[in-house]
């Protein structure tokens, strides 16, 4: 019932839109493939965390509606696995946390930014270590075993190892959550670890070793570049109409669109640490690699 | 049945060429209309037949780059994926067969054409089953002989048709990623977590290949071939009438014109007036020798009549 009364929701603002176009807004097959990250980093650790069944379904017939096309809806848990989507330009329209955001833009032939995501939490990159580790200073990890979200990760991935740089580690292991790492470091299976600060830390056996001091810009709503030539506005006011069909934890913002300055200096970063040999799980990693000078002076 | 009861009353109070015209009419638009519906019908089961063998051969497709997969390449890219590294999904069959079903979509004729494997707790929740796809795997998974489900499916997007074959696990091997964390490759863990694709058992149903067809260009197709057709039929049926008409006119209205217009005359000057259709051999020569003779019989009263005034006078 629910569902039938949410369709004909749907059509009736459809019909009643008088800006509306008939254009459909579709991919290069026919379709719409849509990647749902969602625009936080590293909260989710299952599935049902990202979203739920009954959101997806919501979601998907959201954008069918609003688009006109056969939607190919994809949520994926790892940052590493949507950056490789974004690369690959497998995705047309991306539902994205900071990181991706940044990674995004830097893509030939690209993305741009429609929407903004999420809400203000005062993100900082920060690196914690276990109380009673004896480790001071960022000097001090040398040899250590460190812990990050996949790349693709502002706060778990780029900013630590931007943070490092210089250092060498023993060993270098990924999880797909901030619990999860939180949950090796106590465990003393790695030292350190890459952690949001916006996150509350819980027990007091963990402190912050070093934080960052770039703001986190909030995620976005990115469409690939041929469907940004095309008329998209109609399919933006279709979302913005039906906002309350999204889900929350998506946190799209009506008519918000993301501030690229905010993103700038964290862009540069990303594709400063994107050109470096990056690590690879369970094996040592020494962090080295150019560091461009707009990106440095940014450092904290 | 009025109609037609109608449309003979007035026997013999038109011209022939009118009640044989009117007749011809709608003998043939009720030919027409018969035909039509009968080809109505042969069309449409020609059409779904067609829809059918795409759908079929587009599955059988799938089946055979999905078998090509478990074959040939899981053997050379599985073991990449037993570290942490990046996990590789070309070594998954599900992951190759949609992947080709994304290039194939990507040439126009193919657009509407679509495939998909969905399962009710995929790896990768693109392929979590929707409430449709749910309803025809717990299908499957009751009447476990269903080896085939195939029907119309309503989409925001229009009607298309679908054809649905279960997913079943039939080899062991397929459990190292499905039935715990613990067995799955690291690699894949790091991809898409530890909550979702796991607790699958050997020989359960899992999810359902499902092909979707277009259906809505074939009837368009068969549409217009149906009208066509009609319109061929209506010209033919034309040109019919229109021979009919002409041959009717040459062989019986006219000659009937001309024998009644030679008895008009006979009847005041008998003598100059020669019936040539009594040599045919049909019913006008029949008709033609029928008034020779009245003309002569004619001819004789009038000549008796005559000569019988003649000797009163």
Known sequence: MRRALFSLVLVLTACSNPSGSDTALCGPAGRLRVGLVGAQEGRASSAAALVSDQDQFRLRELLTASSRCEVQLEPVLSPEQARLRLQQGEWDLAFLPPGLTALALEQDGGYGLVRQLGRRQNSRSQLLVRQTSPYRDRADLRGARLGLLPRGSLTGFYLPLFNLHGLTFSQVRYALSYAELMRQLRAGEVDVIAWDGALPLGPADVRVLHEDGHGIPLGALALRQPLLQADYKSFLAQLDQNVSQLPASLGYATGAIPDLQNLQELRAIVSNVESWSLPRAGEAYAVYGRKQAEAEGGES | ?313
């Open chain 2, 1 to 313: 049945m009025s109609a037609i009861k109608r449309l003979f009353a007035g026997s013999g109070q038109r011209p022939l060429r009118q009640q044989l015209a009117f007749t011809l009419v709608a003998i043939l638009s009720l030919s027409i209309l018969l035909a039509v519906l009968l080809l109505n019908v042969l069309f449409g089961w020609q059409a779904r037949h067609l829809i059918d063998q795409r759908a079929g051969f587009f599955m059988d497709a799938m089946l055979s780059v999905r078998e090509y997969t478990s074959k040939k390449v899981n053997p050379i890219v599985a073991p990449l994926n037993e570290g942490a590294g990046l996990f590789r999904p070309e070594a998954v069959p599900s992951y190759s067969a949609q992947t080709v079903a994304g290039y194939l979509k990507e040439r126009p004729e193919y657009r509407e054409y679509s495939y998909r494997e969905a399962a009710l707790n995929p790896t990768n929740l693109r392929d979590k089953a929707d409430s449709f796809e749910t309803g025809v795997i717990e299908a499957f998974r009751r009447n476990p002989s269903l080896t085939i489900q195939s029907g119309s499916k309503s989409t925001p997007l229009g009607e298309v048709h679908y054809v649905a074959q279960p997913i079943k696990v039939t080899k062991e091997s397929c459990l190292t990623c499905h039935s715990t964390p613990d067995r799955a490759p690291a690699s894949q863990l790091l991809a898409y977590g530890d909550s979702s694709g796991f607790g699958w058992k050997l020989n359960e149903i899992v999810g359902t290949q499902i092909v979707t067809v277009p259906q809505k260009a074939v009837f368009a197709a068969k549409d217009q071939s149906l009208l066509a057709t009609a319109l061929l039929l209506v010209l033919a049926f034309i040109a019919v009438g229109l021979v009919t008409n002409a041959v009717l006119g040459q062989l019986i209205l006219k000659p009937m014109r001309e024998i009644s217009r030679k008895a008009e005359e006979a009847s005041v000057t008998p003598a100059t007036v020669n019936f040539e259709e009594r040599e045919r051999h049909d019913e006008i020569g029949l008709l033609a020798r029928s008034f020779e003779r009245m003309k002569q019989s004619l001819a004789i009263s009038m000549q008796m009549l005559k000569d019988r005034s003649g000797q009163g006078g």
